[in-house]
Nanobody, 117 residues
């Protein structure tokens, strides 16, 4: 199973970006999908997750970011009111089962988000 993230870039404070993550390969079902981020010198942290229609967010992004997915295994992260502290490499993640019922736990390659004036 492969994850391909895109949509990052340079944006001014207060701006917005929409990240996308396409999940492809031998997929029977996806259990959990999520976005994580890692800033230089910091640990990777969960930004937002979605599972079975339920979502959860890091306190630092609540009210500004929205996670959703379509029925074709594409994950999105709408990021509004961006702040310099949101600057990081953003990674998508998914786990589930293949058509052979084998579990998978996969990460995308990351997309850089830089918030700066």
């Amino acid at each position: 199973v492969q994850l391909q993230a895109s949509g990052g870039g340079l944006v001014q404070p207060g701006g917005y970006l929409r990240l996308s993550c396409v999940v492809s390969g031998d997929i029977y079902s996806i259990n959990i999908m999520g976005w994580y981020r890692q800033a230089p010198g910091k640990e990777r942290e969960l930004v937002a997750g979605i599972s079975g229609g339920f979502t959860n967010y890091a306190d630092s992004v609540k009210g500004r970011f929205t996670i959703d997915r379509d029925n074709k295994n594409t994950l999105y992260l709408q990021m509004n009111s961006l702040k310099p502290d949101d600057t990081a490499m953003y990674y998508c993640h998914a786990d589930g089962r293949s058509t052979h019922w084998a579990p998978f736990d996969s990460w995308g390659q990351g997309t850089q988000v830089t918030v700066s004036s």
